[in-house]
Structure formats: structure tokens, C-alpha cells
Nanobody, 122 residues
Framework: QVQLVESGGGLVQAGGSLRLSCAAS????????MGWFRQAPGKEREFVSA????????YYADSVKGRFTISRDNAKNTVYLQMNSLKPEDTAVYYC???????????????WGQGTQVTVSA
């Protein structure tokens, strides 16, 4: 079955960087769109970024544009989210998602990982 496993979260000071990973398994993802969503305490889950695996075309939420970069490694079947210039408002649980549709639906894809916590201190 499809598995998405996130890693790389942690505690970082404002202005710092983290790189999240999403290891995908269970099927061939070359035709899929992979994305990242996040959910802060008391808030709804929101879109962060997504990438079309085959073409590498990507897009971002305005709140992270210029600071976050999404990429994929075909050999490792892994999608990354490089997060730079982190702000306290980036604090959230970050989720990896996958779907055959491009772009992703506002609610995300059919498949989800378990999430990884990112905490940015002021």
C-alpha cells in the first residue's frame, strides 16, 4: 500500500533552516503530484507547496514563496521541502500528501503521511 513517511522536523530559531523529507513507497509516483501542507494549533490545515513529480513543475503558497523550495529525488523516491528564513508563524505540523491530480485540490491529495512537527522560536 502507499506509504508517505515524513522526517526532518524539529526546533529551530527564527531565521534558521530545516529540510523536511517525505519518503514515498507502495507505487510508482512519477505521474503523481506531491505536496506539503501544514496545520498550526487551532488552525485549519493549509497548503504550502507542491511539485509534479515527472516535470518538476512546482508552486507555492504566497506565505512561503521565496523562502521554501520543494524538490524531488527520483532515485530515492523522496520529496524534500527546504525551509529557509523560518519565522515563528511557520510553526506547525507539516504533512506530505500525494495525488494523481495537478494541481492539488485545496484539501490535499488522496494519500497522507503522519506529519512532522516544526517549531520556530522567536
Amino acid at each position: 500500500q502507499v506509504q508517505l513517511v515524513e522526517s526532518g522536523g524539529g526546533l529551530v530559531q527564527a531565521g534558521g533552516s530545516l529540510r523536511l523529507s517525505c519518503a514515498a513507497s507502495g507505487r510508482t509516483f512519477s505521474a503523481y503530484t506531491m505536496g506539503w501542507f501544514r496545520q498550526a494549533p487551532g488552525k485549519e490545515r493549509e497548503f504550502v507547496s507542491a511539485i509534479k513529480w515527472r516535470s518538476g513543475v512546482s508552486y507555492y503558497a504566497d506565505s512561503v514563496k521565496g523562502r521554501f523550495t520543494i524538490s524531488r529525488d527520483n532515485a530515492k523516491n523522496t520529496v524534500y521541502l527546504q525551509m529557509n528564513s523560518l519565522k515563528p508563524e511557520d510553526t506547525a505540523v507539516y504533512y506530505c500528501t500525494a495525488d494523481i491530480k495537478f494541481p492539488l485540490s485545496p484539501g490535499g491529495g488522496d494519500y497522507w503521511g503522519q506529519g512532522t512537527q516544526v517549531t520556530v522560536s522567536a
